[in-house]
Protein backbone atom coordinates (compact mmCIF):
# COMPACT_ATOMS: atom_id res chain seq x y z
CA UNK A 1 0.00 0.00 0.00
CA UNK A 2 0.84 3.62 -1.31
CA UNK A 3 1.90 6.35 1.74
CA UNK A 4 -1.24 8.24 0.23
CA UNK A 5 -3.32 4.66 0.69
CA UNK A 6 -2.05 4.34 4.25
CA UNK A 7 -2.67 7.93 5.33
CA UNK A 8 -6.40 7.68 3.91
CA UNK A 9 -7.21 4.33 5.27
CA UNK A 10 -5.67 5.72 8.60
CA UNK A 11 -8.10 8.87 7.88
CA UNK A 12 -11.27 6.06 6.94
CA UNK A 13 -10.44 3.68 10.58
CA UNK A 14 -10.45 6.89 12.62
CA UNK A 15 -13.49 8.15 11.34
CA UNK A 16 -15.20 4.98 11.81
CA UNK A 17 -13.79 4.78 15.41
CA UNK A 18 -14.65 8.03 16.16
CA UNK A 19 -18.30 7.21 14.62
CA UNK A 20 -18.93 4.28 16.70
CA UNK A 21 -17.69 5.79 19.86
CA UNK A 22 -20.23 8.88 19.50
CA UNK A 23 -23.22 7.04 18.20
CA UNK A 24 -22.75 4.98 21.56
CA UNK A 25 -23.05 7.83 23.48
CA UNK A 26 -19.43 8.90 24.18
CA UNK A 27 -17.56 12.45 23.97
CA UNK A 28 -15.20 13.50 21.51
CA UNK A 29 -12.12 12.70 23.47
CA UNK A 30 -8.34 14.16 23.60
CA UNK A 31 -7.53 10.15 22.40
CA UNK A 32 -9.57 11.02 18.97
CA UNK A 33 -7.89 14.20 18.48
CA UNK A 34 -4.59 12.70 18.40
CA UNK A 35 -5.27 10.32 15.95
CA UNK A 36 -7.24 12.78 13.89
CA UNK A 37 -4.09 15.32 14.26
CA UNK A 38 -2.25 12.18 13.00
CA UNK A 39 -4.11 11.39 9.77
CA UNK A 40 -3.91 14.83 8.83
CA UNK A 41 -0.31 15.21 9.30
CA UNK A 42 0.21 12.17 7.30
CA UNK A 43 -2.19 13.48 4.34
CA UNK A 44 -0.58 17.27 4.45
CA UNK A 45 3.30 14.79 3.61
CA UNK A 46 1.82 13.08 0.50
CA UNK A 47 -1.01 15.76 -0.68
CA UNK A 48 1.30 16.03 -4.28
CA UNK A 49 0.12 12.31 -4.86
CA UNK A 50 -4.00 12.88 -3.66
CA UNK A 51 -5.88 13.91 -6.68
CA UNK A 52 -5.99 10.12 -8.62
CA UNK A 53 -6.74 8.77 -4.95
CA UNK A 54 -9.24 11.49 -3.95
CA UNK A 55 -10.97 10.23 -7.53
CA UNK A 56 -11.32 6.47 -6.72
CA UNK A 57 -11.81 6.26 -2.95
CA UNK A 58 -15.55 5.66 -3.41
CA UNK A 59 -14.21 2.24 -4.95
CA UNK A 60 -13.14 1.57 -1.53
CA UNK A 61 -17.11 1.71 -0.08
CA UNK A 62 -17.17 -1.90 2.05
CA UNK A 63 -19.95 -1.13 4.54
CA UNK A 64 -23.05 0.90 4.51
CA UNK A 65 -21.47 3.54 6.60
CA UNK A 66 -18.28 3.76 4.38
CA UNK A 67 -19.63 6.92 1.98
CA UNK A 68 -19.43 8.70 5.49
CA UNK A 69 -16.25 7.61 6.34
CA UNK A 70 -14.92 8.83 2.86
CA UNK A 71 -16.15 11.63 2.91
CA UNK A 72 -14.84 12.89 6.26
CA UNK A 73 -11.32 11.88 4.74
CA UNK A 74 -12.28 13.18 1.05
CA UNK A 75 -13.28 16.67 2.23
CA UNK A 76 -10.23 17.07 5.03
CA UNK A 77 -8.30 15.35 1.73
CA UNK A 78 -9.70 18.12 -0.77
CA UNK A 79 -9.17 21.34 1.85
CA UNK A 80 -5.54 19.78 2.20
CA UNK A 81 -5.08 20.33 -1.60
CA UNK A 82 -6.90 23.72 -1.70
CA UNK A 83 -4.50 24.89 1.33
CA UNK A 84 -1.08 23.49 -0.07
CA UNK A 85 -1.69 24.98 -3.98
CA UNK A 86 -2.75 27.92 -2.31
CA UNK A 87 0.94 27.97 -0.24
CA UNK A 88 -0.44 28.17 3.20
CA UNK A 89 1.55 26.82 5.75
CA UNK A 90 0.50 23.70 8.06
CA UNK A 91 -0.38 26.26 10.99
CA UNK A 92 -2.59 28.15 9.19
CA UNK A 93 -4.52 25.02 7.53
CA UNK A 94 -4.46 22.81 10.15
CA UNK A 95 -7.76 24.53 11.65
CA UNK A 96 -9.42 24.30 7.82
CA UNK A 97 -8.21 20.91 7.70
CA UNK A 98 -9.89 20.00 10.70
CA UNK A 99 -13.21 21.66 10.07
CA UNK A 100 -12.94 19.80 6.96
CA UNK A 101 -12.98 16.18 8.90
CA UNK A 102 -15.22 16.73 11.64
CA UNK A 103 -17.69 18.99 9.99
CA UNK A 104 -20.42 16.04 9.83
CA UNK A 105 -19.48 14.88 13.11
CA UNK A 106 -23.08 15.58 14.27
CA UNK A 107 -24.42 12.35 12.00
CA UNK A 108 -22.90 10.22 14.98
CA UNK A 109 -26.02 11.16 16.78
CA UNK A 110 -28.45 10.51 13.51
CA UNK A 111 -30.53 7.68 13.21
CA UNK A 112 -28.59 5.07 11.26
CA UNK A 113 -31.83 4.72 9.24
CA UNK A 114 -32.11 8.20 8.07
CA UNK A 115 -29.09 8.39 7.30
CA UNK A 116 -28.41 5.62 5.32
CA UNK A 117 -31.61 5.55 3.78
CA UNK A 118 -32.14 4.75 0.11
CA UNK A 119 -34.75 6.62 -0.45
CA UNK A 120 -36.22 9.76 -0.65
CA UNK A 121 -36.49 11.45 2.74
CA UNK A 122 -40.04 12.91 4.65
CA UNK A 123 -40.02 15.92 5.98
CA UNK A 124 -38.93 14.77 9.63
CA UNK A 125 -36.46 12.97 8.39
CA UNK A 126 -34.77 15.78 6.59
CA UNK A 127 -35.71 17.69 9.75
CA UNK A 128 -33.38 15.39 11.66
CA UNK A 129 -30.77 15.33 9.13
CA UNK A 130 -31.22 19.55 9.34
CA UNK A 131 -30.08 19.33 12.85
CA UNK A 132 -26.29 17.89 12.45
CA UNK A 133 -24.40 20.99 12.46
CA UNK A 134 -26.04 22.19 15.48
CA UNK A 135 -25.43 18.40 17.61
CA UNK A 136 -21.92 18.28 15.70
CA UNK A 137 -21.42 21.50 17.47
CA UNK A 138 -22.59 20.62 20.83
CA UNK A 139 -20.24 17.52 20.89
CA UNK A 140 -17.26 20.06 20.39
CA UNK A 141 -18.80 23.36 21.69
CA UNK A 142 -16.52 23.13 25.54
CA UNK A 143 -13.24 21.05 24.02
CA UNK A 144 -10.58 23.53 24.54
CA UNK A 145 -7.84 21.80 22.39
CA UNK A 146 -10.44 22.85 19.09
CA UNK A 147 -10.16 26.22 17.41
CA UNK A 148 -13.31 28.19 17.46
CA UNK A 149 -12.92 28.35 13.50
CA UNK A 150 -13.28 24.37 13.79
CA UNK A 151 -15.99 24.72 16.07
CA UNK A 152 -17.74 27.29 13.43
CA UNK A 153 -17.03 24.82 10.03
CA UNK A 154 -19.15 22.30 12.47
CA UNK A 155 -22.06 24.86 12.82
CA UNK A 156 -22.01 26.71 9.65
CA UNK A 157 -20.78 24.37 6.82
CA UNK A 158 -24.58 24.27 5.79
CA UNK A 159 -25.02 28.25 5.39
CA UNK A 160 -25.45 29.33 1.82
CA UNK A 161 -24.99 32.54 -0.40
CA UNK A 162 -28.46 33.02 -1.29
CA UNK A 163 -29.25 32.19 2.61
CA UNK A 164 -31.04 28.84 1.46
CA UNK A 165 -29.06 27.31 3.79
CA UNK A 166 -29.23 26.11 7.52
CA UNK A 167 -29.13 27.05 10.63
CA UNK A 168 -29.06 30.54 9.11
CA UNK A 169 -27.68 31.54 12.08
CA UNK A 170 -25.31 33.89 10.76
CA UNK A 171 -25.89 35.31 6.95
CA UNK A 172 -22.90 34.36 4.06
CA UNK A 173 -21.45 37.38 4.13
CA UNK A 174 -20.07 36.83 7.40
CA UNK A 175 -18.60 33.75 7.84
CA UNK A 176 -14.79 33.24 7.64
CA UNK A 177 -13.37 32.15 4.23
CA UNK A 178 -11.93 28.93 6.09
CA UNK A 179 -15.99 27.79 6.44
CA UNK A 180 -16.34 28.53 3.21
CA UNK A 181 -14.01 26.47 1.68
CA UNK A 182 -14.84 23.93 3.89
CA UNK A 183 -18.42 24.13 2.46
CA UNK A 184 -17.45 23.83 -1.02
CA UNK A 185 -15.08 21.10 -0.60
CA UNK A 186 -18.00 19.21 1.15
CA UNK A 187 -20.57 19.86 -1.72
CA UNK A 188 -17.54 18.87 -4.09
CA UNK A 189 -16.88 15.85 -2.75
CA UNK A 190 -20.86 14.62 -2.52
CA UNK A 191 -21.21 14.92 -6.17
CA UNK A 192 -18.19 13.25 -7.26
CA UNK A 193 -19.15 9.91 -5.11
CA UNK A 194 -21.75 7.82 -4.75
CA UNK A 195 -24.71 8.03 -1.98
CA UNK A 196 -26.79 5.39 -0.81
CA UNK A 197 -29.98 6.88 -2.54
CA UNK A 198 -28.22 7.93 -6.07
CA UNK A 199 -24.35 6.93 -7.78
CA UNK A 200 -21.89 9.53 -8.38
CA UNK A 201 -21.58 12.07 -10.84
CA UNK A 202 -19.47 11.62 -13.78
CA UNK A 203 -16.71 14.12 -13.01
CA UNK A 204 -17.63 16.87 -15.88
CA UNK A 205 -21.07 16.99 -14.69
CA UNK A 206 -20.22 17.20 -11.46
CA UNK A 207 -18.04 20.32 -11.82
CA UNK A 208 -20.81 21.64 -14.45
CA UNK A 209 -23.45 21.47 -11.80
CA UNK A 210 -20.79 22.60 -8.75
CA UNK A 211 -20.41 25.54 -11.31
CA UNK A 212 -23.72 26.38 -11.88
CA UNK A 213 -24.23 26.75 -7.87
CA UNK A 214 -21.95 29.99 -7.86
CA UNK A 215 -24.56 33.01 -6.89
CA UNK A 216 -26.56 30.21 -5.25
CA UNK A 217 -25.20 28.03 -2.41
CA UNK A 218 -21.83 30.27 -3.16
CA UNK A 219 -20.35 32.93 -3.50
CA UNK A 220 -19.10 33.41 -7.18
CA UNK A 221 -15.98 34.08 -7.10
CA UNK A 222 -14.63 31.79 -4.34
CA UNK A 223 -16.26 28.97 -6.61
CA UNK A 224 -14.02 29.80 -9.43
CA UNK A 225 -11.25 30.01 -7.14
CA UNK A 226 -11.78 26.73 -5.85
CA UNK A 227 -12.85 25.03 -9.46
CA UNK A 228 -9.54 26.32 -10.79
CA UNK A 229 -7.56 25.17 -8.08
CA UNK A 230 -8.91 21.89 -6.79
CA UNK A 231 -11.97 21.24 -9.29
CA UNK A 232 -10.16 21.24 -12.76
CA UNK A 233 -7.03 19.22 -11.46
CA UNK A 234 -8.85 16.94 -10.66
CA UNK A 235 -10.40 16.46 -14.05
CA UNK A 236 -7.35 16.81 -15.51
CA UNK A 237 -8.03 20.06 -16.25
CA UNK A 238 -10.41 18.72 -19.59
CA UNK A 239 -13.26 21.57 -19.98
CA UNK A 240 -16.17 20.31 -18.60
CA UNK A 241 -18.02 22.20 -21.06
CA UNK A 242 -17.70 21.30 -24.34
CA UNK A 243 -18.35 22.85 -28.10
CA UNK A 244 -21.90 22.93 -28.77
CA UNK A 245 -23.13 23.21 -25.49
CA UNK A 246 -25.32 26.26 -24.46
CA UNK A 247 -24.72 28.48 -21.57
CA UNK A 248 -26.05 31.75 -20.11
CA UNK A 249 -24.50 35.12 -19.19
CA UNK A 250 -25.53 37.36 -16.23
CA UNK A 251 -27.27 39.59 -18.64
CA UNK A 252 -29.76 36.58 -20.03
CA UNK A 253 -28.33 35.97 -23.35
CA UNK A 254 -27.69 32.74 -24.65
CA UNK A 255 -24.93 31.05 -26.43
CA UNK A 256 -23.82 28.40 -27.22
CA UNK A 257 -20.17 27.42 -26.70
CA UNK A 258 -17.93 27.31 -29.81
CA UNK A 259 -14.63 26.41 -28.33
CA UNK A 260 -13.23 25.67 -24.82
CA UNK A 261 -10.28 27.44 -23.67
CA UNK A 262 -8.29 25.44 -21.20
CA UNK A 263 -6.05 28.08 -19.64
CA UNK A 264 -9.01 30.66 -20.04
CA UNK A 265 -11.84 28.51 -19.14
CA UNK A 266 -14.22 30.78 -17.87
CA UNK A 267 -13.97 32.66 -21.42
CA UNK A 268 -14.69 30.11 -24.33
CA UNK A 269 -15.46 31.18 -27.84
CA UNK A 270 -19.02 31.81 -28.47
CA UNK A 271 -21.69 32.24 -30.95
CA UNK A 272 -25.10 34.25 -29.55
CA UNK A 273 -28.26 32.65 -30.10
CA UNK A 274 -30.88 34.54 -27.70
CA UNK A 275 -30.11 38.01 -26.94
CA UNK A 276 -30.73 39.78 -23.51
CA UNK A 277 -34.21 40.65 -24.34
CA UNK A 278 -34.79 36.98 -25.13
CA UNK A 279 -34.98 36.96 -28.65
CA UNK A 280 -33.42 34.69 -30.96
CA UNK A 281 -31.10 36.24 -33.07
CA UNK A 282 -28.90 34.99 -36.25
CA UNK A 283 -25.86 33.04 -34.69
CA UNK A 284 -23.54 35.79 -34.66
CA UNK A 285 -19.53 35.55 -35.63
CA UNK A 286 -17.82 33.75 -32.76
CA UNK A 287 -16.18 35.45 -30.49
CA UNK A 288 -13.79 35.02 -26.84
CA UNK A 289 -16.62 35.75 -24.18
CA UNK A 290 -15.87 38.86 -22.34
CA UNK A 291 -19.00 38.59 -20.00
CA UNK A 292 -19.26 36.38 -17.45
CA UNK A 293 -20.84 32.93 -18.02
CA UNK A 294 -22.78 32.02 -15.41
CA UNK A 295 -24.96 28.85 -15.66
CA UNK A 296 -24.08 26.14 -17.91
CA UNK A 297 -26.69 23.85 -19.50
CA UNK A 298 -26.35 20.17 -19.25
CA UNK A 299 -26.48 18.17 -22.81
CA UNK A 300 -29.56 17.52 -23.17
CA UNK A 301 -31.16 20.55 -21.93
CA UNK A 302 -28.44 22.40 -24.77
CA UNK A 303 -30.56 20.12 -27.41
CA UNK A 304 -33.77 21.13 -25.99
CA UNK A 305 -32.95 24.46 -27.02
CA UNK A 306 -31.41 24.17 -29.94
CA UNK A 307 -34.75 22.47 -31.16
CA UNK A 308 -36.44 25.29 -30.14
CA UNK A 309 -34.68 27.79 -31.52
CA UNK A 310 -34.48 25.69 -34.91
CA UNK A 311 -38.86 25.42 -34.74
CA UNK A 312 -39.06 29.16 -33.85
CA UNK A 313 -36.85 30.00 -36.46
CA UNK A 314 -38.87 27.23 -39.37
CA UNK A 315 -41.74 28.89 -38.35
CA UNK A 316 -40.97 32.39 -38.55
CA UNK A 317 -38.89 31.52 -42.42
CA UNK A 318 -42.86 30.37 -43.46
CA UNK A 319 -44.59 33.46 -42.40
CA UNK A 320 -42.43 36.38 -43.63
FE1 LIG B 1 -23.07 18.31 6.63
Given amino acids: MSRIQEALRLGFLTAKKIYRELGAGRNLSDQHLLKVEEFLRELWGCTASLAPDVRHLHSQQIETQAWL ?50 HKLDENSMLQIQMHPQIGYNLVKDMKDIDDAVKQAILFHHERFDGEGYPTTL ?132 EKILRHIAEKRASMKKSS
Avoid at 85 to 106: N, T, V
Avoid at 171 to 183: A, E, H
Avoid at 231 to 256: D, E, H, I, K
Wanted: proline share 5%; charged share 20%.
Fill in 171 to 302: PYGRLPFSLKIVGMADVLEALIHERTYRKAYPLAEALRLFFNMGGHEFDRELMHDFLDTVGRPLALNLPFYRSGQLGRLASGTVVSIEEAHSANWLHPTVSVLINNKREIVPRSEPSVLSDELIFIYSHAES
Fill in 69 to 118: YNHWVNVAALVCWYTQRKGMSWEEAYPLLLGAYLHDIGYARIDEGVLNSR
